[in-house]
């Protein structure tokens, strides 16, 4: 690294809303399809897997089943913004392809703290194999990569003795963040307030990490510098250290169009999910 170089412009490169201005409609955009998809899709909307009240995820169904696994699929919004029904079609893909997809609801800092919001998203997972007895993949994008790692690296049987070992198979993080300490540096982090040790503690890339499974780390072509170092990282050094890595680039994508593939059934990011869930 050159000593010399100046440091990164942290608060430029993840405020992802300034980098892209016309994200608005792009969001808006979600809220219509995720709505027309509720309208049509098979599916149970607002099962709770907790008392929280944002504890609940829709489950969307395939009109026929071809998978050994359940896609949980886990929302972005920095921690912070959104929920799953502005996502319901980044089921459609997979649906199509015969695999089950959850997308699974959680709390908002500043109401909870960030790593309250992992234990949510470990209770989703836990919750989803009790009542359906399969592996989870598990996906998400942005603040959704972070969680989906996350429940990858987590040691279920800390969570519960009951649970399986590999409850989790495999994770594909979609524009991820792994390394949370440059956030501290940022307005992102007046909702979250997280301190250096904090950010540490709720960084994937610090756990141990989850060898033997699969981990894709994928990030859009057009997003910032910081946000591709962040997949490259967590695919060296995990890789590093056993656990089945793969790194990719959506060409031309930024942070809020790189999802759009999933809402297709022949697309090479949906395809690559049915993957690995055995369809």
Known sequence: MDPTAPSPDYETEYNNRARVPE???????WKADA????????????????EGERQCYD?????????????????????????????????????????????????????????????????????????YGL??????????????????????????????ERLVTSAYGISGLYNLKPLTETSINDALQLDMVSAER???????????????AVVGGAESDEYHKQSRRIVDVWGLEGVQTRYEEIAGANHFTVIAGLAEAEDPMTRRIAELAGA
């Open 59 to 131: 489950l969307f169904k395939p009109q026929e089943s071809r998978g050994d696994a359940l896609v949980m699929f886990i929302h972005g919004g920095y921690w912070q913004a959104l929920d799953p029904g502005f996502f319901s079609h980044m089921a459609r893909g997979l649906n199509a392809r015969g695999l089950p997809v959850a997308v699974v609801g959680y709390d908002l800092c500043p109401q909870v703290e960030l790593g309250h919001i992992v234990w949510e998203i470990q209770q989703a997972a836990a919750a989803l194999w009790r009542r």
């Open 202 to 216: 709720e960084s994937p890339l610090f756990w141990p990490a989850p060898s033997r499974l699969t981990m894709d």
């Open 35 to 50: 709505a027309a998809y509720r309208e049509i899709a098979p599916s149970e909307l607002g099962v709770r897997y907790g």
């Open 23 to 29: 994200h608005p409609g792009i969001i808006a955009g």
């Open 135 to 164: 592996p989870i993949v598990a996906t998400g994008h942005s603040a959704g990569g972070h969680l989906a790692a996350c429940a990858l690296a987590t040691n279920w049987r800390n969570v519960d003795p009951g649970l399986p």
